[in-house]
């Protein structure tokens, strides 16, 4: 599992609340900005096994977030192209998921983001 971190604006702290977690993600994951394609990256090394992935548009739903605690998780609903190089081959995969938690630090402000537990995680010996 991995995880990475952003620092939230004191706007966005003060907006963060159970009903407002959806509208939250929204605006940390906007498409195009660097934080949707970190939350991409790390997606894509979860469905890596179909081929080289490309995530293509993602939601979020099943949001929950317990201000009490700090703590949260979501679920994206992913669109994702799969290349096959060698076989000249794309497929494209609607409607995929992937889960997360997210943890809250009120002190600082960092929201910490951890992947699904299903991503794999890379190491030197997969290149052997």
């Known amino acids: 599992m991995n995880e990475f971190q952003l620092k939230l604006t004191s706007t966005q702290l ?3 609340n159970s009903d407002t977690a959806v509208d939250l993600l929204n605006e940390l994951f906007d498409r195009g900005s660097k934080n949707y394609d970190s939350l991409a990256y790390e997606i894509q090394r979860e469905f890596k096994a179909g081929g080289s992935p490309q995530v293509t548009q993602m939601h979020f ?3 929950g977030f ?6 949260g998780k979501f679920r994206v609903l992913l669109d994702i192209n ?4 060698c076989e000249d081959v794309k497929t494209e995969k609607e409607d995929q ?5 997210f943890s809250l630090d009120k002190n600082s ?3 910490t ?3 699904s537990p299903f991503a794999e995680n ?3 010996a997969d290149e052997f």
């Open 61 to 63: 739903d099943r949001v």
């Open 122 to 124: 890379r190491s030197t």
């Open 109 to 111: 402000g960092t929201i």
């Open 14 to 16: 003060s907006k963060l």
């Open 113 to 115: 983001f951890n992947s």
């Open 82 to 85: 799969f290349t096959f190089g």
């Open 66 to 71: 317990n201000l009490d605690t700090g703590m």
């Open 97 to 101: 998921t992937s889960e997360w938690t």
